[in-house]
């Protein structure tokens, strides 16, 4: 599972959106899209749901990190990244949750057997297209 990962106060964080923090999201923002649209601005607001956001996405990546054997660190509170993250570092933690949600949603799709992939394609074929489509060649 891929994760985004921040440091705050010294300590590092793994940032997963999982099964159970899309529900969770859902359940306190209605919705993943409701909660980017909330963390946009340049507000108190936003830096508090940013905040809790980034708590509910380190949790998750905690625990996912403890059952694949990794040596148990921190699940932290909305309050510590209320406290502990800097000015400088707020712009950092928003994208660090924006990011955790484009992984969690985000897939890896393997090629057919004997057909070649072109990464820097497929990338190319993102930007040229509205939204991230995708143009094939034939």
Sequence with gaps: ???????????????????????????????????????EPDTREAFETTCSAAAILAERGELIRRRLGYEPGKIPEPDDFRLLV???????????????ISLGYGREVNPPEGEEYDEGLEELNQKKTPFGGRITTA
């Design 1 to 39: 599972m891929k994760a985004a990962k921040i440091t705050v106060g010294g300590d590092p964080y793994f940032l997963v959106l999982d099964g159970e923090g899309m529900f969770q999201i859902r359940d306190d923002y209605g919705s993943t899209k409701l909660l980017l649209e909330a963390v």
């Design 86 to 100: 800097r000015p400088f570092e707020v712009v950092d933690l928003k994208n660090a949750v924006i990011r955790a």
